[in-house]
């Protein structure tokens, strides 16, 4: 069982930046995909970002692509989202998932999950 938690959430004004964390309980040997992904009340589950196992080939969405690095640390198990240039429409609980194998942007075929952290953006 592979277990995740997120840090790094809070409150930050229009146009701040925040670095989420993810630490993953068991890094084996590089096997999973991990995916970040956000939801806001009354809206829908989506993908933010996500990073390969093996390769690290990122994706970004379209929408936050220039405003996003992900990143990933193996020997800390920790990945890494960095926001920057938010805005009130970015805020939203925002959760890590692990896949084993290749990154996909779609949340349900993530099978490990954090607890999730917010992040609100306002002034």
């Known amino acids: 069982q592979l277990q995740l938690m997120e840090s790094g959430g809070g409150l930050v004004q229009p146009g701040g930046s925040l670095t989420l964390s993810c630490t993953v309980s068991r890094f084996d040997g590089d096997d999973y995909a991990i995916g970040w992904f956000r939801q806001a009340p009354g809206k829908e589950r989506e993908a933010v970002s996500c990073i390969n196992a093996d390769d690290g080939r990122t994706w970004y969405r379209d929408s936050m692509e220039g405003r996003l690095t992900i990143s990933r640390d193996s020997a800390k198990k920790t990945v890494y989202l960095q926001m920057n240039s938010l805005s009130a429409e970015d805020s939203a609980v925002y959760y890590c998932?692990?896949?084993?194998?290749?990154?996909?942007?779609?949340?349900?075929?993530?099978?490990?999950w954090g607890q999730g952290t917010q992040v609100t953006v306002s002034s």
């Open positions: 998932a692990a896949r084993r194998g290749a990154l996909m942007t779609v949340w349900w075929l993530y099978d490990f």
